[in-house]
């Protein structure tokens, strides 16, 4: 089983930027799928998926996070990053990362495997 680490959250004012990284104790750089999820606080008991990247770098993100996230992966490093810009209030959460399965190379096909990380929070705040 893969063990995850997520980095890279903070505090951040709308409108700003961060770039989170999971970090994986073996090779999930390729040719893993990998999704970025996260819980937010009105909704504690669910994690929603909001990036995806397939095993051959396909890439695909919820609605909400479609121009402002970008998912990617350096293979030499063994991580994955999500690139997050036009941050707002909503985007609060926890941040998760998660290798898992795609049977088709769009975020809904994504299936979450049963490795976790401990998350990195991620608060928009003026």
């Known amino acids: 089983q893969v063990q995850l680490v997520e980095s890279g959250g903070g505090l951040v004012q709308p409108g700003g930027s961060l770039r989170l990284s999971c970090a994986g104790s073996?090779?999930?750089?390729?040719?893993?799928?990998t999704g970025w999820y996260r819980q937010t606080p009105g909704k504690p008991h669910v994690r929603e998926l909001v990036?995806?990247?397939?095993?051959?770098?396909?890439?695909d993100y919820r609605d909400s996070a479609k121009g402002r996230f970008t998912i990617s992966r350096d293979n030499a490093k063994n991580i994955v990053y999500l690139q997050m810009s036009s941050l707002n209030p909503e985007d609060t959460a926890i941040y998760y990362c998660?290798?898992?399965?795609?049977?088709?190379?769009?975020?809904?096909?994504?299936?979450?495997?049963?490795?976790w990380g401990q998350g990195t929070q991620v608060t928009v705040s003026a």
């Open positions: 073996r090779s999930i750089s390729g040719p893993r799928p």
């Open positions: 990036a995806a990247i397939s095993s051959n770098g396909t890439t």
């Open positions: 998660n290798v898992g399965t795609m049977h088709c190379p769009t975020w809904v096909c994504y299936t979450p495997g049963d490795s």
